[in-house]
């Protein structure tokens, strides 16, 4: 008898009657109950958070910024989570969200307490404080619940942190642009200050040579002004001399004017009865009967003689007008010299004043010529430090950031955020629900490895009996729980990937390395079963539960304890579940291979185990007949 006659007898055997084949279906759907049912229950409950309900309240009485603006971030907060829906958010009462909490209404609480904007803003005012937010859970809800809470209450943390560092660091950054435009107004002062002070140097120059020749020139001038004040001492009393002789010349030129003028009235008098005895004489000549051209020549005669008169009176005539022109201006002078004799005390006084005066100039005039000499050297030095500053605010300016809104965004932004994290995975998941897969279908083939011999009998009596060799009984008894757990993987990865929609990166190698898994799993299962009896399904049942322990399905296997690292490295469990995660995310690798080689000899250590038994089952025994325990 072959080991395939045996397996299709023992088929043949579950498959007569009614509830023999529901039992054999029955066997083939374990796995699919268990993996499937669990996978899809589990397949994305980070998208379905949505409907986990949250509480939320703010206390949050607001503050005023840095500018003055007035700020609730606690109510902005509140609104932004609300507004999320990444939970089913309730904003309620402190009290109503603690008593929610409690009594299993809410999952958890995050709470915004008063001064929230008052501690966060004071960041940007120099005046910090730690705000605080409040989270309450409650474990006696759900565990997870709680996990989840904490990494909402950090990441709302973390975005509150860097809103507030960014708006900080934008005031910041604004702080240094008003400092480049006044450093930028500084510059151009200085600028004008140094072109200034150039001038100012120059005119200084300019006014330096002018005070040393003013200093110069008032010298002379007090020197000229001193003979000046020693010559017209003695004006006052030789103006008044001058005075009253002009006045004596005046009276003296009147005298002669006055007889200058009886002369001249004297003359103009003959000068009329000369006149008048000319007609007379034309009329005494006519009325004695004289002919007229002897009158003419008469008077003519007469004429003549008259002449030197005439010319005499035109003399006295002209000498009078001149006798009275200089008697007016002897008095104008007489009149003058009066008040030059009445105003030489004053001048004399003012020409002293005046020497006086260009003396305190000439000693004023030296001093300020040494003072500008003075002031030339300071003037020089502020040219030179007003060039300096120049040139240093020049090189300042270039020095001070100065960013555009865009960049003083991006830099705020970066100085809040310093540290972006660019996840770069070699290979995805995708959901939580394909992240558990391999552990799932793995636990799944060895449930379905294990119930197979709850009805199947690893080793067959008839074949013991007839004498089969017992490598044929082994493999015989092992084929049939073979070819139902392949059975079982095919409808578990129609369901894992069509039902509920898992995506396998290389499906064909990853059904092929199920198929392996499924023989191995069956082969161990079965030499429990066939070594030792009813205790190897206790023994089928100790396995499973060390290799859920070691195997590393949900946490890496390195986080177990130190004491549980010889079950993952000897126990199959491990390398299926390594081996479905390479072909469910990556594909094949050579680490791969180790898995296969691993999964290969516990397959023939099953059959090799099965072998022993199977010799072992050749003696009957009365234990063997009659064992003490019968599952």
Request: charged content about 15%.
């Given at each position: 008898m ?14 007569t009657?009614?509830?023999p084949?529901l039992a054999?279906v ?40 840095a ?13 932004e989570l ?9 904003e309620v ?5 603690r ?6 209404r ?10 929230f904007?008052a501690a ?8 910090p404080?730690?705000?605080?937010i ?25 975005t ?5 560092g960014?708006?900080?660091a ?6 240094f642009?008003?400092?480049y435009?006044k ?9 004008q ?5 150039t001038q ?5 120059q300019q ?5 040393a ?12 002004l001193g ?15 001058l ?5 004596q010349?005046?009276a003296?030129?009147q005298?002669?004017?006055?007889a ?5 009235t004297?003359?103009s ?5 000369l ?12 009325n ?14 007469a ?21 009275a022109?200089?008697a ?7 009149d003058g ?15 002293a ?9 000439k ?6 010529n ?10 020089n ?5 007003a060039?300096?500053?120049r ?18 965004s ?6 809040a ?15 939580y629900g394909?992240?558990l897969a391999p ?17 199947l009998r ?24 073979a ?17 509920v ?6 499906p064909l ?11 191995t ?11 030792f ?7 089928g049942l ?14 890496p296997w390195?986080t ?9 490295v000897?126990l199959?469990?491990?390398y ?9 995310y ?6 791969i291979?180790?898995d296969?080689?691993v ?11 099965s072998?022993?038994a199977a ?17």
């Amino acid at each position: 008898m072959n080991a395939f006659r045996i397996a299709r007898n023992e088929l043949r055997r579950l498959s007569t009657g009614t509830m023999p084949k529901l039992a054999l279906v029955a066997l083939v759907l374990v796995p699919l109950l268990y993996a499937s049912f669990y996978l899809y229950a589990n397949y994305d409950p980070y998208g379905r958070l949505d409907k986990l309900p949250a509480a939320v309240f703010t206390s949050d009485t607001g503050a005023q910024d840095a500018s003055g603006q007035q700020r609730n971030v606690g109510r902005e907060v509140t609104d932004e989570l609300v507004k999320s829906g990444t939970f089913q958010w309730h904003e309620v009462s402190e009290q109503e969200a603690r008593d929610g909490v409690r009594d299993d209404r809410y999952s958890f609480a995050i709470g915004i307490p008063s001064g929230f904007s008052a501690a966060l803003l004071g960041v940007g005012t120099f005046q910090p404080q730690q705000a605080t937010i409040t989270l309450t859970t409650n474990d006696a809800n759900n565990y997870l619940s709680g996990t989840i809470a904490k990494q909402v209450a950090e990441q709302v943390r973390k975005t509150i942190a860097e809103k507030v560092g960014s708006e900080a660091a934008d005031r910041f950054l604004v702080g240094f642009s008003t400092i480049y435009a006044k450093i930028q107004e500084a510059s151009t002062g200085a600028s004008q200050l140094a072109d200034g002070a150039t001038q100012l140097k120059s005119g200084q120059q300019q006014l330096a040579d002018g005070a040393a020749k003013l200093a110069d020139g008032s010298s002379t001038l007090a020197t000229g002004l001193g003979t000046l004040k020693s010559s017209t001492a003695d004006l006052p009393s030789q103006t008044q001399k001058l005075a009253d002789g002009a006045s004596q010349v005046a009276a003296g030129d009147q005298k002669v004017a006055d007889a200058a003028s009886l002369a001249a009235t004297a003359s103009s008098g003959i000068q009329g009865k000369l006149d008048s005895y000319r007609t007379q004489l034309q009329t005494d000549l006519r009325n004695a009967g004289v002919p007229e051209d002897q009158i003419t020549a008469i008077v003519a005669r007469a004429d003549q003689l008259r002449a030197p008169v005439d010319q005499a009176n035109s003399k006295i005539q002209q000498a009078n007008g001149d006798l009275a022109k200089l008697a007016d201006g002897a008095r104008q002078v007489s009149d003058g010299a009066a008040k030059l004799a009445a105003a030489s005390p004053q001048l004399a006084n003012g020409i002293a004043q005046a020497s006086d005066g260009a003396n305190q100039l000439k000693d004023g005039a030296a001093q300020l010529n040494d003072g500008e000499k003075t002031a030339v050297n300071g003037t020089n030095q502020l040219a030179d430090g007003a060039v300096k500053l120049r040139d240093g605010l020049a090189a300042g300016l270039k020095e001070i950031p100065n960013p555009d809104d865009p960049t003083r965004s991006a830099t705020a932004n970066t100085i809040a955020d310093p540290v972006a994290v660019n996840a770069n995975g070699e290979a995805s998941a995708g959901t939580y629900g394909a992240g558990l897969a391999p552990f799932f279908i793995s636990l799944a083939t060895w449930i379905g490895a294990f119930v197979l011999f709850l009805i199947l009998r690893p080793l067959s009596t008839r074949a013991l009996t007839a004498g089969a060799a017992p490598f044929r009984v082994a493999v015989g008894g092992w084929l049939s729980s073979a070819l139902l757990g392949m059975a079982q993987v095919i409808v578990l990865f129609g369901a894992v990937t069509w039902l509920v929609g898992i995506h396998i990166a290389h499906p064909l190698g990853a059904i092929g390395f199920a198929l392996l898994v499924s023989l191995t799993f069956t082969s161990v299962v079965h030499a429990l079963n066939a070594f030792f009896g009813a205790v190897g399904k206790f023994l089928g049942l100790v396995l499973l539960v060390l290799q859920l322990v070691s195997a590393g399905g949900t946490f890496p296997w390195q986080t177990i304890p130190d004491a549980l690292y010889p079950l993952h490295v000897v126990l199959p469990m491990g390398y299926a579940i390594d081996g479905f995660r390479h072909l469910f995310y990556s594909g094949a690798t050579v680490q791969i291979l180790g898995d296969i080689g691993v999964l290969l000899a516990y397959l023939a250590g099953g059959v090799l185990v099965s072998t022993l038994a199977a010799r072992k089952r050749r003696v009957w025994t009365v234990s063997a007949l009659k064992p003490e325990l019968s599952l």
